[in-house]
């Protein structure tokens, strides 16, 4: 395995060299220009082709693994890249190979497969961020199918995605996570429309305000069961968890790599700031704490493909990354001060993205709930 994986990760530092280098990156960020052209590029290399179940049971006995790997090689390279695989690997591919019916499978896998664009998750609202469960978005039947209503936020992608999957409370008596469906969605469906978010970083991510009024989506569309969105949210959602994990490993290495070349070239009193023992600990401390989270992220993809319940290893691993990389990239700021704070700086686009990851996609504060339930502890406890 480490001799394939190797080899891929060569390749990928030699696609991203040629079609996304770093004066690349750097003038994407600063125009909010998102580089959808690695889709082609991704999929050339086969790496969508990873993500579905192959007839080699080797290789699907470590398949979240490999692309745990692959994940945070591109994160180390460009989040926006990394994420950009996510969108299309973990919510595109993996919602339809765990929930879709066998023809929307054949209508939309090839073609997510081929590079040809990405799917978007429309779950959050202004009123339901944390609280999924409190989606007001609703869809109603009728005889050619069901109608939406209602406004998403913070959409990521959803001008450039094949498919908006929607996800729209079906159940108008419910509460909470149930009785809510997905649907696949047409971001130029008539009903729909969008405006641009402004924001502080993943520039190249571009966010969304959506409204849907009374868009039209026929049955054929709906993923899953009528009431069950979010048990088919839930089977994505480890898969999701292990991409962003993996790949703000490999921006918390690339901001570490960045700190170091530069404490041990830069000089003050005479001397590189890395043989101050207080800077030198401080990059210690860095590369220990990402090399755990790490572990865990690599810990998280073995148990998904051994196919073991991993909700908690889940919420671990991406509450240690995130964390991890939002740490590590203060550290980074102040290890290299005035030079990272340039605009012109990689540094400050690290330390800007991660203040998203510890929130979106589940805040950390959400996920030590979830930890601290499946040990017994937290709001459930009767007295
Ligand atoms: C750039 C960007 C991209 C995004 N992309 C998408 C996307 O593609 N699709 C999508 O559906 N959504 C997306 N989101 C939305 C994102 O998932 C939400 O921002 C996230 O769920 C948090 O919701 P919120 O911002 O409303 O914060 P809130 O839910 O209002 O939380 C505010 C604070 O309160 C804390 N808190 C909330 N509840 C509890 C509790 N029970 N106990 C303790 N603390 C609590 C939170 O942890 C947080 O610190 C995106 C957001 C951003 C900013």
């Known amino acids: 395995m480490s001799f394939e994986v190797e080899s891929l990760c060569g390749s990928i530092d030699k696609m991203m060299q040629k079609y996304l280098p770093p004066e690349e990156v750097r003038r994407r960020d600063e125009q909010a220009d998102p580089p959808n052209h690695l889709l082609k590029s991704f999929a050339k290399m086969g790496l969508f082709d990873l993500v579905m179940p192959s007839q080699d049971d080797e290789w699907d006995r470590n398949r979240w693994r490999r692309l745990s790997i692959i994940q945070e090689r591109l994160g180390y390279h460009a989040t926006m890249a990394a994420l950009l695989f996510n969108r299309v690997a973990c919510f595109g591919m993996m919602t339809l190979n765990m929930s879709a019916n066998q023809a929307q499978k054949d209508r939309f896998l090839p073609q997510l497969a081929a590079g040809d664009g990405a799917f978007a998750l429309a779950l959050s609202e202004a009123g339901a961020g944390s609280d999924a469960g409190a989606i007001q978005t609703r869809a109603e039947r009728f005889e050619a199918g069901w109608k939406i209503t209602g406004r998403k936020i913070w959409i990521s992608g959803a001008a450039d995605a094949i498919r908006l999957i929607v996800a729209a409370r079906t159940d108008p008596k419910s509460k909470g996570g149930s ?168 540094m400050n686009r690290y330390w800007r993205d991660a203040r998203l990851y510890s929130f979106g996609e589940g805040s950390s504060e959400v996920l030590l709930d979830l930890i601290a339930a499946d040990m017994g502890v937290g709001r459930g406890v009767a007295r």
């Open 179 to 346: 009785g809510i469906t997905l649907f696949m969605v047409d971001p130029y469906a008539p009903g729909v429309a969008m405006s641009k978010l402004e924001k502080i970083g993943n520039r190249c991510s571009l966010s969304y305000d959506i409204g849907f009024d009374e868009v039209v989506v026929k049955d054929e569309d709906r993923i899953g069961d009528v009431n069950g969105g979010f048990d088919c949210l839930k089977k994505t959602l480890f898969y999701a968890r292990s991409g962003l994990a993996a790949a703000v490993v490999g921006t918390a290495q690339a901001a570490i790599d960045m700190a170091t070349a530069h404490a041990r070239q830069r000089e003050q009193f005479g001397k590189p700031i890395a043989s101050f023992q207080v800077i030198a600990h401080r990059l210690a401390n860095m590369q220990t704490e990402v090399d755990l989270a790490r572990l865990l992220a690599r810990e998280l993809a073995s148990a998904i493909d051994s196919g073991k319940d991993c909700s908690r290893l889940a919420a671990q691993a991406k509450l240690v990354s995130t964390e991890t990389l939002k740490r590590v990239t203060e550290h980074g700021m102040q290890i290299m001060a005035s030079a990272a704070y340039a605009s012109e700086s990689d």
